[in-house]
């Protein structure tokens, strides 16, 4: 795995007595993973292989959200509409705004975003009631392959950097973990509030 640091176990056990919340903001989560998809596929038009595979990911993610809504109203959860959290705006503040770069950046960003993703749902699959415990874990699969996929996506891009595949791939690996430390920090800074993906709770948010 390509993260900096495990998700606290305080933030675990928050996230166990507080399922209904985190399926909620899950839902969220897969509508922006799938919006994030798209509009990647927008802003590089001319990388055909970049479209499809991110076309393809964006239907993924839409399916995960239909079943994540399909399971809230099995277990009675209403839908609504939650304020986002700090964790994807403040990881993409530290994301390099120049091309070709900001390219490598935002696959990256994409990446560490999916494998948290992959290690809370692992984290929390055991301590949930069924059968959100066992689609967590079946979910967990999904991202892992969504985190490699954004990877080897960076991997290309870095080759408008470098010419070299050898150094393109010690540049992604360099910037890899710079932006590691920096989710990192957000994953395990104590937050205020309570999200998918924030940090340990400060309070009761």
């Not at 390099?96 to 975003?113: F, Q």
């Not at 874990?137 to 050898?166: G, K, M, Q």
Request: proline share 6%; net charge neutral; with cysteine.
């Amino acid at each position: 795995m390509i993260l900096g640091a495990e998700t606290p176990e305080s933030w675990v056990a928050h996230a166990a007595q507080r399922w209904q919340e985190l399926l909620v903001d899950h839902a969220n989560c897969e509508k922006k993973a799938a919006s994030t998809a798209l509009a990647l596929l927008f802003a590089y038009p001319d990388d055909r292989n970049l479209a499809i595979r991110l076309a393809r990911l964006a239907r993924e993610e839409l399916r995960h959200f239909e079943q994540v809504d399909k399971l809230m109203q099995q277990l009675g959860v209403p839908m609504q509409r939650l304020p986002a959290g700090r964790y994807a705006g403040e990881l993409r503040r530290a994301l390099i705004t120049s091309e070709p770069h900001r390219k490598v950046d935002l696959m990256i960003a994409g990446a560490l975003i999916e494998a948290r993703s992959c290690e809370r749902f692992l984290r929390l699959a055991p301590h949930l009631p069924q059968p959100l415990g066992s689609f967590y874990a079946d979910l967990a699969v999904a991202e892992r392959r969504h985190h490699e996929l954004y990877l080897a996506l960076a991997r290309e891009a870095a080759l408008l950097i470098v010419s070299d595949p050898a150094a393109a791939a010690v540049y992604v690996a360099e910037r890899l973990k710079e932006l590691a430390a920096v989710e990192a920090d957000l994953a395990t800074r104590p937050d205020l509030q309570f999200r998918f993906h924030s940090g340990p709770p400060a309070q009761a948010a």
